[in-house]
């Protein structure tokens, strides 16, 4: 079932879809102009969005943000296609995949945000002396072929030497959000994991994160915005109003304490107490997961297809400048 956050305006209003501004909010009246936007997954690591949320950054630009969680990739990218959704927000490599397709309208990517990837390696119990080469011949409970944080580990062990099909057991076939559930009940000898489930393991005793894939692999275009070709082309305007307000939800992150950004985006996330809140922001601030900018450079999306290439999902490499559009990006920071 898809969830939706909705901006407020005022305290104790809903906020209101292409109308003026609620009056007694504190700022000009104006008309606000809806996009939705479906994103892969609500998760911390994507920090500098939720800031631009909470800060009111969209509405700022004119925006009333519709926001709905796809729940992955897939999702996401069928949203996008079919018009459910304006943006979609998730790993690029999903417009490679509707390229290659032969898609006419395909999807570009405009904005990266994360520059990192989220995901970190947790074993049962702590281990300081932690090299990747301990994972052969154990079990891993790691992600789903085709997807970024699947491929990226399976990238982190080619670069250690380590034959993934070989070397150890990767188990691919459990749900996104679940494989920490069955981790803690007893599954496998290691689990690949998001935030906040990284946090949790430790906070049950069942885990302890011993390494970030993140560090491991370096700079990977993880997470980025991206429309319809059709839509870039009819809504510049929109789109640039968007890019500016994560941008500056962008230079909140870069210019703040991971308790100053917490304390902003706990509105997000409920469920989640201060303490841990804190944890995570400082362990994705820590590893530089995002980008001071969101141009998303030719240098990263070779990465990528570098990445997919070794994946085996990639087999003749595309053009940058069909896929990519940094005009946006580049307008939002001032470049």
Known sequence: ?????????????????????????????????????????HSIFYAPQYVAIEKGYFEDEGIALELTNGMGADNVMTAVVSG???????GSESSIYVYQEGAKDYIVNFAQLTNRAGNFLVAKTKDDSFDWSKLKGKTVLGGRDGGMPEMVFEYVLKKNGIDPKKDLKIVKNIDFGLTAQAYASGQGDYTVEFEPFAASLEADK?????????????????????????????????????????????????????????????????????????????????QGTWKENLVFEKASFELLQDILQDAGVLKDRLSYDDLVDTQLAKDAAGK
Not at 84 to 90: L, N
Not at 248 to 277: C, N, R, W, Y
């Open 1 to 41: 079932m898809k969830r939706i956050w909705k901006k407020t305006l005022c305290v104790g209003m809903t906020a209101v879809m292409m109308v003026g501004a609620l009056s007694g909010c504190g700022k000009q009246d104006k008309e606000l102009t809806t996009i939705r936007l479906n994103e892969v997954a």
């Open 84 to 90: 459910e959704a304006d943006i979609g927000f998730m």
């Open 206 to 286: 069942k885990g302890v994160v011993v390494a970030s894939l993140g560090e491991a692999s370096g700079d990977v275009p993880y997470t980025a915005y991206s429309a319809k070709k059709s839509y870039m082309k009819d809504h510049q305007k929109e789109l640039l109003a968007f890019t500016k307000a994560v941008q500056k939800g962008m230079d909140f992150v870069q210019s703040h304490t991971p308790e100053e950004i917490a304390k902003v985006i706990a509105p997000q996330f409920p469920e989640t107490d201060e303490k841990a809140l804190v944890t995570v922001v400082k362990r994705y601030y820590d």
